[in-house]
């Protein structure tokens, strides 16, 4: 045997390979895989499905089932530690649908998209005319503002499955906005969306001409009903709530205009009162991540997702050892601006008690902060947001805790 092999043999025998077989008994949740659904040759030849084997799916979120007792679906949890790469898949983006709308099934070819409000010329789009605008593909970040970790989230998804991403192709909002003439006076724009709740919100202008787009497409194929086919607006790095689905107009006015969501978005907190708008620099590490388990000591991958509503992540350190030191994780994909960013190290664990924490720093300069630094930061008690959870959008450092027996739970419960 040449050293190479031999190397690479004792390498696994570190613990590679029994970190893989950790890592798949956790994503399926120890249930076997399920018998192979029949379904006809010719519904394969025309839309493919994923192997039987695979059988990461998405939850409800803890605090309401979806769908309920009427059949209403709420927020649904996008599977994070079961993914790999970047990419969300469609049909596992998480779902955030206000008071249990029902998703409105738009007939693409009657759908009519409204552009008014303190313009020279008021247009009415339909799809086919949206397309004959040059298209832009990006690839973006939704999270929603009820993505913060608490004490019973037991998981990854729990705690973090409300953000997903996608390459989003549609029309710049600013190309539109040009073809309507923007009147002088004018400061934001009002976004509704076309379901009998009308999500609905308000950005400034300057964020409408800058990078927000009107999209068509998700991951190469029209927007899936639930993340608001035909249309919807992506406003790169904002809340998620500003994305509204099953876009029907946009109106453009010279102040902010409180729509029904702002429950949920103008703070209570008189310390942080304002609106949440843009995400802070976040990462959370998906591998070792809560309910899994560590098969023995030994070299694994560890790895997860950074992003910032900033711009693009610049750096992830990782910490083993309770954030007394840091070290830069690897990054693994493409890095893209306000998009998920995937990053790693190779981690040998010896055995003993930890905790991992990661921590991202974005292109302005933005470090993720913890929740104890963000209490000193808002004059409160260290442990306020432990308690209290935080106000507003979550970007603190999730750290997770590895016990001796491999064993990995939430730090904060
Ligand atoms: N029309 C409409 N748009 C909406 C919503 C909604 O309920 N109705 N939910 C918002 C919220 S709170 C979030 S977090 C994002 C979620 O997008 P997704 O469902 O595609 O993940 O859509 C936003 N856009
Ligand atoms: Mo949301």
Known sequence: MDSKKASRR?????????AAV???????????APAPVKRSLKDEVAYGERSHYVTSVRVAVLERPSPDEFGLTFH???PLQDQVGIITPSSLHFVGTHRGAIVPDIDPREYRFLLHGMV???LEFTLEELKRF?????IHFVECLGNRARADHKTVQQTHGLTS????TGVLLSVLLKE?????GANWVVSEGAEEVKGAGSIPLAKAMDDCLVAYGQNGEAIRPQNGFPVRLIVPGFEGI????WLRRIKVVDHYYMTYNDYGHISKDPKVAGLNLQWGPKSVITFPSGGQKLPGPGVYQLTGLAWSGGGAVRKVEVSADGGHTWKDAEIRSQVHRMAHTRFGMTWKWEGQECMLQSRCTDELGQVQPTKAQLAKFFNQPPDYYHTHGVQGTDNTIQPWRVAADGSVSNAFA
């Open 10 to 18: 004792k390498f696994l025998k570190g613990g590679a390979a029994a």
């Open 22 to 32: 950790g890592a798949i008994q956790s994503a399926s949740g120890q249930t076997p």
């Open 76 to 78: 649904v949890l996008t």
């Open 120 to 122: 020279d010329r008021p």
């Open 134 to 138: 040059p298209s832009v593909s990006r």
């Open 165 to 168: 991403c996608s390459e989003w």
């Open 180 to 184: 309507c003439g923007v009147q002088k």
């Open 242 to 245: 500003y994305n509204t689905k």
